[in-house]
């Protein structure tokens, strides 16, 4: 399961504050209902109902210094709300993100939301691209510079500034460790792999070393992790495919002990071929440490000497997997 960094803003609990009274309306094109909803992270704070041509009018209710969601049951939007404020929000309901916009009393702080998500949105387009660990945690800290600058305006809300900065500085120092941490494994390449010596499935203790001379592809993963489990059938299609070839699928645990018995059961319940293997000390085990490992799935690719080609392969589900093995078994 990945540790990812959050950078799309939709509720940021500002802590305990008394409530005071506000004003709200909204405009909504192609809504797809006559409701907008609403919410903190208590549960819903108000519901609007829309005329017959999609306008909610004013309605006064109170509320404290928070982040709240507002959606109409499929699109969702950010808004920061308090006391005083009288807002009026448009958006078409079609493209929530990139059409809603905010007037009246509270827009300077509300239109910076929209724009961060909008940022945050094209974002996440532009990483689905980037394959480097180190470029992308680079474009990460990159976005939340913009959004710290953005935020020294004066003139906006002191509760909704100090919280936003806050969180901002909490993610890019998330991200400075993980460019630190990519920078060292991206140092890992073509030099010998860290090893190990784990209980195998079928019995005994298996080292990496018994695999030399051939390519080894290691999958780090838990039985309790979702996405690990929606990799294997796709790594079982590949094990299939590149059957007898210079290849060994190897299969790493990192369960706690107390799932030891859960772990053996599902490789024979799911048939997971290749080799499997239970490291010793789960997250702490010392393979794991080595290729500073702290979300799974993790694959890993060792080349016949046993030296590291990549310490963050792609995964079974990725074409690029396939691509890169017809590359090295030309």
């Not at 009274?21 to 609403?38: G, H, P, T, Y």
């Not at 080894?216 to 299939?240: F, M, N, S």
Request: net charge positive.
């Amino acid at each position: 399961m990945k540790k990812n960094v959050s950078i799309l803003f939709l509720l940021l609990c500002v802590g305990v504050f008394a409530q005071g009274e506000m004003k709200f309306s909204a405009k909504v094109e192609n809504r797809r209902n006559d409701s907008l909803v609403i919410k903190s992270q208590a549960g819903v704070v108000k519901v609007l109902k829309s005329d017959a041509k999609g306008n909610f009018k004013s309605v006064t209710f109170a509320v404290k210094p928070d982040f709240y969601q507002i959606t109409d049951g499929a699109g969702v939007a950010v808004l920061y709300l308090r006391e005083g404020i009288d807002l009026n929000m448009k958006m078409d309901a079609k493209n929530v993100i990139e059409t809603v916009a905010f007037t009246g009393k509270g827009e300077k702080e509300n239109n910076l939301l929209a724009t961060f998500n909008r940022n945050n949105k094209a974002f996440g387009l532009k990483a689905e691209t980037v394959k480097d660990p180190l470029v992308l945690n680079k474009l990460i800290d990159e976005l939340l510079a913009g959004m710290e600058k953005q935020l020294e305006d004066p003139t906006l809300d002191k509760g909704f500034q100090s919280i936003i900065s806050q969180q901002v500085k909490a993610q890019r120092q998330q991200v400075a460790g993980e460019i630190e941490k990519a920078g060292k494994t991206a140092k890992m390449v073509g030099q010998p792999s860290p090893s190990f010596a784990y209980e195998n499935h079928k019995g005994g203790i298996t080292k990496l070393e018994d695999l030399k001379g051939k390519y080894v592809y290691i999958d780090v993963w838990a039985t309790w992790c979702g996405p690990c489990r929606a990799e294997i059938p796709h790594l079982q299609k590949v094990e299939e495919d590149y059957h007898g070839k210079k290849i060994a699928f190897v299969s790493i645990s990192i369960d706690e002990m107390k799932n030891h018995d859960k772990w053996k059961k599902m490789v024979d319940e799911k048939q997971m071929g290749g080799i499997q293997l239970f490291a010793d000390n789960n997250w702490g085990s010392a393979f794991v440490q080595a290729f500073g490992i702290n979300s799974i799935p993790r694959f890993l690719l060792i080349d016949p000497d046993g030296n590291v080609l990549s310490a963050d392969a792609p995964r079974p589900s990725n074409p690029a997997l396939r691509a890169e093995f017809d590359k090295l078994l030309k």
